[in-house]
């Protein structure tokens, strides 16, 4: 079963606007950290945001939010203000921790287009 | 603090060659891990190196292979070459801290399989 689900293949937002991009996981583990990561054309993989499980309030960092949404199993990425440079793939990527460390999983990735 | 270096950027190959790709993880940071980024499969994880031993393995074949040295830093290696391993391999260094465990990301060597 697929444990990180990205719906949106590709999105476009206006410059200067806000956009949301959707993300969905599947885990029976208690304890459990989500991350967005993003990836433009060179390549690199440019960690964005953290959430755990047990976080009682959403992260923020800078222009980027995670609106988690524990119930639901969603932890959407929220950019306020896109920037032109805000094009890329974008990942949502989880670890479970039931005991020591276990392999990020990843999502298929969703590609956002900033139009100015 | 230098981030993570991965060398070479790309490389070429042809069919039943082998492949050597090396990792510089950030200073400090003793794990080490792999994946594999294919237009069709996304990314895949490889293998996980800590203290010079592999904690964490994914499902590629024996073809595939890693290890790890005193100073942290780790090398892949991909025997007999295959068209299908042409790829984009991020490597990816972090400090163990269960969930919260944060990985950092090299620009990664793109590997073309001729």
């Known amino acids: 079963a697929q444990k990180i689900t990205q719906t949106q293949p590709g999105m476009f937002v206006q410059e200067k606007e806000a956009v949301t991009l959707d993300c969905t996981y599947d885990?029976?583990?208690?304890?459990?950290?989500l991350f967005w990561y993003k990836q433009p054309s060179s390549g690199e993989m440019i960690f964005l945001i953290y959430q755990g499980s047990y976080d009682q309030q959403n992260a923020t960092e800078g222009r980027y939010s995670l609106n988690f949404q524990k119930a639901r199993k969603s932890a959407n990425l929220v950019i306020s203000a896109s920037q032109l440079g805000d094009s890329a793939m974008y990942f949502c990527?989880?670890?479970?921790?039931?005991?020591?460390?276990?392999?990020?999983?990843f999502g298929k990735g969703t590609r956002l287009s900033v139009i100015a | 603090k230098a981030g993570v270096t991965q060398t070479p950027r790309y490389l070429i190959k042809t069919r039943g060659q082998q492949v050597t790709l090396s990792c510089s993880p950030i200073s400090g940071h003793r794990s080490v891990s792999w994946y594999q980024q294919t237009p069709g499969q996304g990314l895949q994880f490889l293998f996980e190196y800590f203290s010079e031993t592999q904690r964490n393995k994914g499902n590629f074949p024996g073809r595939f292979s890693g290890r790890q040295f005193s100073n942290s830093r780790s090398e892949m290696n991909v025997s007999t070459l295959e068209l299908g391993d042409s790829a984009l391999y991020l490597c990816?260094?972090?400090?163990?801290?269960?969930?919260?465990?944060?990985?950092?990301f090299g620009p990664g060597t793109r590997l073309l399989v001729l």
């Open positions: 885990t029976s583990d208690p304890s459990y950290g």
């Open positions: 990527a989880m670890r479970e921790a039931p005991s020591g460390n276990t392999p990020l999983v």
């Open positions: 990816a260094s972090s400090t163990p801290q269960g969930a919260q465990e944060t990985q950092y």
